[in-house]
């Protein structure tokens, strides 16, 4: 009885541990007074789902299927496809309304590298105008290249840059399932994906979300074509994907929601690039029961591609054994995650201080 008392002790012990903010792995950067966490809300790892071209059953049944498990994608649209579908932009609208992204898939899908300048960069920039044009509000950053071509063109990535996208996302290539997936700034314009078709099997689709959850990284999906079992939107265009299937993965996704950020590509990038490009700083401050912090983003490249009011919220854990009142960024309310006896976990913009009060 004694031994297993001691064992249920340790094993009590071990949790309690594990509860507190002393494992540096959990951040993408740490101090002495806290960390950023790696990924929103502090998930393991992030999902994100994205459909190319806008074929015929993407709006009707994909979009639905989405709202219905409370989950968003990125969709990278050929202006053409929007066009010529019955709904036209209003679909787009309302498919943004959704919470959903609309990213740039170029203007009529060539290979960029076999371009001239100057025709290469209306196929990048000519699109982002139309969708910015037709859905006000929205800005386009996200970028899919046509058949995968240009991810390892310096030429095609620096157009990109100058247009204002912060991250592009290939075809194939191979999988990275760990966090340290980007390198170097050019490597957000090197995302890799794993693709979905026909043949697909379910369970191989659960075996990458496994995989990726394992490894904290991002996995990125990418369909095409989807389409019921009758076939009632005639969307063969492509690498068809029946909904059942989609649904099915979808659910596989919401019973890991408590693991797993899923999320739009831009976001998923941007929260990634700002995490690995901040750090996170104690301020003075006169009063003995407020603690005053900031994530300061240390990349010029990243602050001349995204103002500071467009990035995402960057997760925080706080180092403090005081019971907080409230959080504040510059005067508004935060709501508070989570707090243990050791630390306080909320969301905020980096380069704007924080005032936790206790």
Known sequence: MKRLYTFFLCLFSMTAFSQKL???????????????????SNKKATVVLTFDDWTPGQFPLVVPALKHHQMVATFFPIPGNITKSDLAWKAVQTTIKNGNEIGNHSLTHPNLTTLPDETMLQEI???????????????VTSFAYPYGAGADNARIINSLKACGH?????VYGEWN?????????????????????????????YDQVE?????????????????DDLGSYNDTWFAQ???????????????????LWITTFKNAVLYHREANRAILKQLPSSNANEIAVVANITDENLLKLVPETEM????????????????????????????????VQFKALPNQPVIIKN
């Open 125 to 139: 920039r000519e699109p982002q105008q139309i969708i910015e044009t037709n859905v006000v509000g929205n800005k």
């Open 177 to 205: 399932y760990s966090y340290n997936f980007a390198k170097s700034d050019d490597d957000y314009y090197r995302i890799q994906i794993y693709g979905l078709n026909e043949k697909t099997k379910n369970s191989q689709f």
């Open 211 to 227: 995989k990726v959850m394992a490894g904290g990284g991002l996995l990125t999906f990418l369909y095409h074509s989807v389409d």
């Open 241 to 259: 994907v029946k909904l059942d299937s989609l649904c099915a993965q979808l659910d596989f996704l919401k019973k890991h929601k408590n693991e």
């Open 22 to 40: 002393d494992d540096a792995s959990q951040f993408a950067y740490s101090s002495e007074i806290g960390g950023i966490c790696k990924w929103d």
């Open 166 to 170: 912060i991250g592009a996302r290939s």
């Open 312 to 343: 995402v919220p960057l997760t925080l854990c706080i180092k403090t054994d005081k019971k907080v009142l409230s959080i504040t960024q510059n005067g508004m309310a935060i709501p508070i995650d989570k707090q243990t006896a050791d630390y």
